[in-house]
C-alpha cells in the first residue's frame, strides 16, 4: 500500500535527531514515554520512519509553539497513534478482500444493512442536565462549543442537546484540564484528534460495509449471468462461475476507490 513507505524505519537516531533539531537523548526519553516507537534492526539498532518523524516534529510544535505539558503531549501522540492503526487496520482489510477476491473465494457473511445508529449519539440532555452532569457551569459547556472541543445538536427550536457521547467528551475535557494540567490548546488538539478517530473509525466501518455488500452483489450478477449465444464464452472460473476478466477489473476499480476515499491526515 502506499502508506508502506511511510512506516518503513530507515533512519538512525543521530539523522533523526538531526532531521528534527533535537538532541537524541530527548528522542530516547520521548520513546521510554511511548511518545514515539522506532523499529528495530536485527542488531536493535533504533530505527526512525518518515511517520516517526513527522510525529517528532508534532510533539515539538504542540511544546515549543502551544506550550503543550508532557501530559497533554502524551493524550495526542496516543490519539494519533490510534489514528495511524487504524488506517493500517482499513489498509489491511482492503488488501484482504482483494485476496478474498482473487481467489474467488465465497464471500464472508455480511453485516446487516443500514446498521442502526449507536444511541450514544443520540441528542437528549438539555444544558442545564448536561452541566449538572460533568459538575460544570452551562456557560463553561458553550464556551467549549465555540472552541470546538464538543459539537451538541439541536432541537426544532435550535436549543441546545447533549448525547451521551458529548457528556464522555466533557468529563475527558475535565480530567485533561484538571488532573493532567494541559492547557487549553492542548485539550483543543487533542479533542480534535478524538473526534477524527471517531469519524475515521465510523468511516473504516463504513467503507468496508459497503465494499462487502458491494462484491456481494456484483459477485452474484457474475455467477448469473447467462453464456452468451453464437459467441466464444468467457474465461469463468471453475469454482464459481464468474468472468475473471470482467469482474476481477470492476473489483480493482471498487477497492481503488475506496482506499482513495480515506481522508488525508497530512498537515
Same mark, same amino acid.
Given at each position: 500500500m502506499?502508506?508502506d513507505?511511510?512506516?518503513?524505519?530507515?533512519?538512525?537516531?543521530?539523522?533523526?535527531?538531526?532531521?528534527?533539531?533535537?538532541?537524541p537523548?530527548?528522542?530516547?526519553?520521548?520513546?521510554?514515554?511511548?511518545?514515539?516507537?522506532?523499529?528495530?534492526s536485527?542488531?536493535?539498532?533504533?530505527?526512525?520512519?518518515?511517520r516517526?518523524?513527522?510525529?517528532?516534529?508534532?510533539?515539538?510544535?504542540?511544546?515549543?509553539?502551544?506550550?503543550?505539558?508532557?501530559?497533554?503531549?502524551?493524550?495526542?501522540?496516543?490519539?494519533?497513534?490510534?489514528?495511524?492503526?487504524?488506517?493500517q487496520?482499513?489498509?489491511?482489510?482492503?488488501?484482504?478482500?482483494?485476496?478474498?477476491?482473487?481467489e474467488?473465494?465465497?464471500?464472508?457473511?455480511?453485516?446487516?444493512?443500514?446498521?442502526?445508529?449507536?444511541?450514544? $449519539?443520540?441528542?437528549?440532555?438539555?444544558i442545564?442536565?448536561a452541566?449538572?452532569?460533568? $459538575?460544570?457551569?452551562?456557560?463553561?459547556?458553550?464556551?467549549?462549543?465555540?472552541?470546538?472541543?464538543?459539537?451538541?445538536?439541536?432541537?426544532?427550536?435550535?436549543?441546545?442537546?447533549?448525547?451521551?457521547?458529548?457528556?464522555?467528551?466533557?468529563?475527558?475535557?475535565r480530567?485533561?484540564?484538571?488532573?493532567?494540567?494541559?492547557?487549553?490548546?492542548?485539550?483543543?488538539?487533542?479533542?480534535?484528534?478524538?473526534?477524527?478517530?471517531?469519524?475515521?473509525?465510523?468511516?473504516?466501518?463504513?467503507?468496508?460495509?459497503?465494499?462487502? $455488500?458491494d462484491?456481494?452483489?456484483?459477485?452474484?450478477?457474475?455467477?448469473?449471468?447467462?453464456?452468451?449465444?453464437?459467441?466464444?464464452?468467457?474465461?469463468?472460473?471453475?469454482?464459481?462461475?464468474?468472468?475473471?476478466?470482467?469482474?476481477?477489473e470492476?473489483?480493482d476499480?471498487?477497492?481503488?476507490?475506496?482506499?482513495?476515499?480515506?481522508?488525508?491526515?497530512?498537515?
Amino acid at each position: 500500500m502506499g502508506s508502506d513507505a511511510k512506516h518503513r524505519p530507515v533512519y538512525v537516531i543521530s539523522v533523526a535527531a538531526e532531521l528534527v533539531d533535537m538532541h537524541p537523548q530527548t528522542l530516547r526519553l520521548y520513546e521510554r514515554k511511548g511518545l514515539i516507537r522506532p523499529g528495530r534492526s536485527s542488531g536493535k539498532t533504533r530505527l526512525y520512519s518518515e511517520r516517526d518523524i513527522e510525529h517528532l516534529r508534532e510533539i515539538r510544535r504542540l511544546a515549543q509553539e502551544l506550550g503543550v505539558n508532557l501530559a497533554g503531549v502524551e493524550e495526542v501522540m496516543r490519539l494519533q497513534h490510534q489514528l495511524d492503526d487504524l488506517q493500517q487496520e482499513f489498509e489491511a482489510e482492503i488488501e484482504r478482500i482483494e485476496d478474498e477476491l482473487r481467489e474467488q473465494a465465497r464471500p464472508q457473511a455480511l453485516p446487516a444493512p443500514g446498521a442502526a445508529p449507536d444511541p450514544r $449519539d443520540r441528542p437528549v440532555y438539555v444544558i442545564s442536565i448536561a452541566a449538572e452532569l460533568v $459538575d460544570m457551569h452551562p456557560q463553561t459547556l458553550r464556551l467549549y462549543e465555540r472552541k470546538g472541543l464538543i459539537r451538541p445538536g439541536r432541537s426544532s427550536g435550535k436549543t441546545r442537546l447533549y448525547s451521551e457521547r458529548d457528556i464522555e467528551h466533557l468529563r475527558e475535557i475535565r480530567r485533561l484540564t484538571q488532573e493532567l494540567g494541559v492547557n487549553l490548546a492542548g485539550v483543543e488538539e487533542i479533542m480534535r484528534l478524538r473526534h477524527e478517530l471517531d469519524a475515521s473509525r465510523a468511516h473504516l466501518e463504513g467503507n468496508v460495509r459497503r465494499l462487502q $455488500d458491494d462484491l456481494s452483489e456484483r459477485m452474484t450478477k457474475w455467477r448469473t449471468l447467462p453464456a452468451p449465444t453464437g459467441e466464444q464464452a468467457p474465461d469463468l472460473n471453475p469454482d464459481t462461475g464468474a468472468d475473471s476478466g470482467g469482474a476481477s477489473e470492476e473489483a480493482d476499480d471498487l477497492l481503488a476507490g475506496a482506499a482513495d476515499s480515506w481522508p488525508d491526515r497530512t498537515r
